[in-house]
């Protein structure tokens, strides 16, 4: 039987589970992997404006990966992916933050949405927001 390549979703799916798991393991080449050299980041700290360009999508990882090193999770609870041809767009809900941080607050979940493009037959992560709800 021939090699079958997963379906669009499956490969983002994929693509987006190993993305946090290299987050969660502090690995930036893993972060940074399948990233669009100009990616768009909303993020939860400043710059409000967001970050433009894979230079600074980098630069953003080793202070969050210091602060997890405290023992923070970065667990994805509910991943939902839409594919179409050449562009998806996919919304995550993550545990994230320190088993006190979480034992105060225990439903709180960081949200994740990521804008994807097809290049060259491969998924890039074009756009990246991180948000938690404001109470």
């Given at each position: ?27 930036l ?54 594919a ?8 995550a ?43």
């Amino acid at each position: 039987m021939p090699d079958t390549t997963p379906d669009d979703e499956a490969q983002i799916r994929t693509l987006i589970t190993r993305w946090a798991e290299a987050v969660h393991r502090g690995d930036l080449d893993g972060v940074l992997a399948q990233h669009a050299g100009d990616i768009v980041m909303y993020d939860v700290p400043p710059p409000h404006e967001g970050i433009h360009g894979l230079a600074a999508y980098c630069v953003t990882w080793p202070p969050f990966f210091a602060w997890q090193a405290q023992g923070a999770c970065f667990d994805i609870t509910s991943l939902h992916v839409t594919a179409g041809t050449d562009v998806a767009y996919a919304h995550a809900l993550l545990r994230c933050g320190t088993p006190e941080e979480l034992a105060e607050r225990p439903t709180l979940r960081l949200r994740l949405t990521f804008g994807l493009r097809k290049e060259g037959g491969r998924w890039v992560v074009a756009h990246e927001h991180h948000s938690f709800p404001h109470d």
